[in-house]
């Protein structure tokens, strides 16, 4: 009897101990002799013991006696939860009814066909879209409609994916499985589904839609640029790839410059124009034109004034003046003097020609600025070589196209050969065929070769590509140049090297 009293007793002093010092210490601790973490009111450690924690079990009719959805104090008891024995699941009170973690692991909704990954057209006023509907059939559509197909869904809600995190609802219907964006505006844009029911919702999977030729860059957005070469006749991407008129050579032609070219020189239909570096169109871009008459030199003028309009430009070659029209050569070499010798056509001591093509300089000078009628009139101007860069690797410096669908590049590249036939013969198309999705061709950039600064002689048709930028680097500015063997986002090029352009959307 003494025995059973000091149980007793000892039992009494221990549930004294709980009751009077736990209320002192609002976190506790069980299973170690450590303080629980600021963020815990209970931390259970199974360090040295490792058992587990019951909560209350009742069956489906004790639960649903213990909070009627009928009391007062229902909405207050949110959160309370027990082990359900007539399930055998976790029951959890939402403050209005009981959920089971069972019925949500098993009945929240499943997407089980993802939408289109990617849709593009070339121009908006095209009556169809392509791109990848499974990871490797591209089948036109007559409309860009994506849609997800989800099990146990009862409601969708579409999104438009924005880059700084701000999504924002997907403009017009967009509560149904499907959906169409508007393909009348270029560029990209990016969009989701949220699909939900009662238990929970699951997001999709991003689909890209593009509008307009152009690529994805390094940080996910798109460049929209001209479907074509600056002073080409073909202008869509599909006739161009299958175009076999144009010529292939193998060098630069032996043809006398002052007596002007034919064969691969002249076909301008898909390599389109050869430029100098801040001339207006005034015939010297174009592949049949005659060298200059001094043909040593950089032009002496005269030249127009600085607020001169178009289309004789500013500080340009005065129409009428003996160099107006031609590709002026200037062969001084390192022999030249003056403040823009030996690589310079233009030898206004003015100094302005630096500013003709940068984004900075004179837009009137830009003949990019001048095209019109190009899907919807849009403005263009001549790219900078950070916008070049963006759609490769986002920086400067040389690649190989072997490695381009690496995960450091922008889109899949792949270099088209030229038919590798004697000089003066027909052959096909060269040039960089470009996918962001590793199937659809958004933007092809043909290998229109160049026009050398101290020759005026034309090489590497059909083999590389020299394509100019707004961007200077001291004298001379950058051009995006590549062929074959690798591509250069930052190759410095002579002023007076005839190269092509591929304008880019002012958007």
Not at 191 to 201: E, Q
Request: hydrophobic letters at 35%.
């Amino acid at each position: 009897m003494r025995n059973k009293n000091k149980q007793m007793g000892r039992a009494i002093l221990l549930l004294s101990a709980v009751l009077f010092t736990v209320p002192l210490k609002a976190q506790v601790t069980i299973g170690a002799q450590t303080a629980p973490d600021n963020y815990s009111l209970l931390d259970l450690v199974t360090t040295n013991v490792k058992k587990g924690v019951h909560l209350p079990r009742m069956n489906t009719t004790e639960r649903d006696a213990l909070i009627p959805a009928t009391t007062a104090d229902s909405a207050a008891a949110d959160g309370v939860a027990i082990y359900n024995t007539t399930t055998n699941c976790y029951d959890v009170w939402n403050g209005k009814k009981w959920l089971s973690l069972c019925d949500y692991t098993n009945n929240a909704p499943v997407i089980t066909v993802q939408p289109r990954a990617f849709s593009w057209k070339e121009l908006t006023t095209d009556a169809k879209f392509t791109g990848v509907t499974s990871p490797t059939n591209p089948a036109p559509l007559a409309i860009a409609t994506i849609s997800v197909t989800a099990t146990g869904a009862t409601s969708y809600q579409w999104y438009e994916f924005i880059r700084n995190g701000q999504d924002k609802v997907a403009a017009g219907t967009s509560n149904l499985a499907t959906y169409t964006p508007d393909g009348n505006a270029l560029g990209m844009k990016q969009y989701y589904c949220l699909v939900s029911n009662a238990f929970g919702s699951t997001k999709s999977d991003i689909a890209k839609v593009a509008v307009g030729c152009g690529a994805m860059t390094m940080e996910g957005g798109w460049r929209t640029f001209m479907c074509y070469n600056l002073g080409a006749t073909i202008t869509k991407i599909a006739d161009q790839l299958s175009y076999t008129g144009n010529l292939y050579n193998s060098g630069f032609l032996g043809e006398v410059p002052a007596t002007g070219y034919s064969g691969a020189a002249v076909d301008a239909s898909v390599y389109g124009d050869l430029y100098q570096w801040g001339r207006i169109p005034d015939g010297h871009q174009l592949r049949s034109s005659l060298n200059s008459a001094t043909n040593n030199a950089p032009s002496a003028g005269p030249y127009t004034p600085w607020n001169t309009s178009w289309p004789d430009g500013s500080d340009q070659i005065a129409s009428g003046a003996p160099d107006y029209g031609k590709f002026v050569v200037n062969n001084l070499g390192s022999t030249g003097s003056g403040t823009y010798a030996p690589f310079d056509w233009n030898a206004n001591p003015s100094g302005n020609n630096y500013n003709m093509w940068p984004d900075i300089g004179y837009a009137n000078n830009d003949p990019c600025a001048h095209v019109s009628g190009v899907d919807g009139n849009i403005g263009w101007r001549m790219p900078n070589i950070y916008e070049w860069c963006a759609i490769w690797r986002g920086v400067m410096g040389a690649g190989s196209p072997s490695v381009s669908a690496s995960v450091n590049t922008a889109n899949t590249w792949v270099y088209i050969f030229a038919a590798p036939t004697t000089d003066n013969t027909t052959g096909t198309t060269g040039g960089f065929a470009i996918s962001p999705d590793g199937v659809t061709t958004t933007l092809f950039l043909p290998s229109g070769g160049s026009r050398q600064w101290d020759s005026g002689q034309i090489g590497v048709v059909g083999i590389q590509g020299f394509y100019w930028t707004s961007t200077l680097r001291h004298i001379q500015p950058f051009s995006f140049h590549f062929g074959p063997g690798g591509i250069q986002t930052g190759s410095n090029s002579p002023r007076a090297n005839g190269n092509s352009v591929r304008c880019i959307a002012n958007i």
